[in-house]
């Protein structure tokens, strides 16, 4: 199981960006929930947004709702993460996660990054 994330880059703020995560050996059928988190210097790992394979639900982070998009292509086995509007505040390295079928978190568990079973490398989000 790989998940391989990528896009990220330096943006002006009020710019926008997307971020994209490959899911090699499970696919996102072979999750039951897709996230993505990120991690700013000197702070602890949080949840912006997860997508539920079955249904298509999505949950936000307060901090990123109306600018945060998530999204899904079945067919090339990736999540998205439409970033507009970026503010300094959104600079961190960005994290894909996957849990496996069977972990469908509930809409309190989906922040738990302890819940998640597989975890990318990170892609580096920088807004000046």
């Known amino acids: 199981v790989q998940l391989v994330e990528s896009g990220g880059g330096l943006v002006q703020a009020g710019g926008s960006l997307r971020i994209s995560c490959v899911a090699s050996?499970?696919?996102?059928?072979?999750?039951?929930?897709m996230g993505w988190f990120r991690q700013a210097p000197g702070k602890k790992r949080e949840a912006v947004a997860v997508?539920?394979?079955?249904?298509?639900?999505?949950f936000y982070a307060e901090s990123v709702k109306g600018r945060f998009t998530i999204s899904r292509d079945n067919g090339k086995n990736t999540v998205y993460l439409q970033i507009n509007n970026q503010k300094p505040e959104d600079t961190g390295v960005y994290y894909c996660a996957a849990t496996d079928r069977f972990s469908r978190l509930t809409s309190s568990q989906w922040t738990d990054a302890a819940r998640y079973n597989y975890w990318g490398q990170g892609t580096q989000v920088t807004v000046s």
């Open positions: 050996g499970i696919g996102v059928y072979g999750s039951s929930c």
């Open positions: 997508l539920y394979t079955s249904g298509d639900t999505t």
